[in-house]
């Protein structure tokens, strides 16, 4: 697919045009990708890895045109990860006609309702569904802490995932603290706040799609990251919640993600720990240094 074309079904969905829709629909959307590259499993861990991208709000269509080409031609993705893109909306139609068919497309926020309504500006997790979505991230600490507003309270970011899970959507909900917190020794506390409205309103079996992603917030974008042992000692401590919380069976099978500056640099040492099940990944997503994240898992 060429750069123009790329562009045309980007701007269609930007000026809210149909066409878009039409065209790719949720079901012939896969259908029509490029194929990806399946490469040898890694080590067998008990779970799968989930490796997240989170484009946030950047790329014009040409800038994000040319990053599909790059990871379109990056070589084989391990049998044994799940890689998903969260991009802005303008930009999904065009994920799900041109990038790999291997890396999976997905939203960075939706709506609370559950479907169409006088709702000026949002978009609906039934809609993202529609087109051809599978995940969508929640909970942000982006989101969490607002843009010059208020940002979005715990028991929101539940209802918002909730809404998700029964519209067909995969969660990636996310979770951590700040810097002030994390040196106060109150990390644990802060966790099991953000997650208590979401075990309150799950069923048990819905946590099969759900992934927790720890982003330590003063690790966002700062170039700082955990080490290896604090993640560790982080995620253990949310596996240990969940068990005691929810069950030992979800417990064992949820996947916790690590968010804060991970990096190709980094990424081995992080998933190799054994309660670290991938990444949500920033800037480094927007690169081809996004394929040594995922190539970093344990062999």
């Known amino acids: 697919m060429t750069n123009e074309s790329l562009m045309i079904a980007t701007t269609a969905a930007a000026v809210g045009a149909g066409v878009a829709y039409l065209a790719l629909g949720s079901k012939s959307a896969k259908a029509g990708r490029p194929k990806g590259s399946a490469g040898p499993s890694g080590k067998d861990e008990g779970r799968r890895y989930l490796i997240?991208?989170?484009?946030?709000?950047n790329g014009t269509v040409e800038e994000n045109a040319e990053r599909v080409k790059v990871f379109n031609e990056a070589g084989f993705i391990p049998?044994?990860?799940?890689?998903?893109?969260?991009?802005?909306?303008?930009?999904?139609?065009?994920?799900?006609e041109g990038l790999r068919d291997?890396?999976?497309?997905?939203a960075q926020d939706c709506s609370k309702e559950a479907s169409n309504g006088a709702f000026t500006g949002e978009v609906g997790s039934h809609q993202l569904k529609n087109i051809g979505c599978t995940?969508?991230?929640?909970?942000?600490?982006e989101r969490r802490e607002g843009f010059g507003m208020a940002g979005e309270p715990s028991d929101l970011c539940a209802t918002k995932a909730k809404v998700a899970l029964d519209n067909g959507l995969k969660v990636m909900f996310a979770i951590g603290e700040k810097k002030e917190e994390r040196e106060k020794g109150v990390t644990m506390d802060v966790c099991a706040k953000q997650l208590e409205p979401l075990v309150a309103i799950l069923k048990k079996e819905e946590w099969a799609n759900i992934a927790i992603a720890y982003e330590p917030v003063w690790a966002i974008g700062t170039g700082l990251t955990a080490t290896p042992a604090m993640a560790q000692?982080?995620?253990?401590?949310?596996?240990?919640?969940?068990?005691?919380?929810?069950?030992?069976?979800?417990a064992k099978a949820v996947r916790i993600q690590y968010g804060g500056s991970m990096k190709g640099a980094n990424a081995k040492d992080l998933l190799a720990q054994p309660d670290i099940d991938?990444?949500?990944?920033g800037g480094a997503?927007?690169?081809?240094?996004?394929f040594n994240v995922i190539n970093g898992i344990p062999k």
């Open 52 to 57: 997240g991208g989170n484009w946030k709000c």
């Open 79 to 96: 049998a044994n990860v799940d890689v998903v893109i969260c991009v802005p909306y303008i930009h999904i139609p065009m994920c799900l």
């Open 102 to 106: 291997d890396i999976e497309v997905g």
């Open 135 to 141: 995940w969508v991230i929640i909970g942000h600490s």
């Open 233 to 250: 000692d982080t995620h253990a401590g949310i596996r240990k919640w969940i068990s005691e919380k929810v069950s030992p069976e979800v």
């Open 278 to 281: 991938g990444g949500l990944i």
């Open 285 to 290: 997503s927007l690169k081809a240094d996004f």
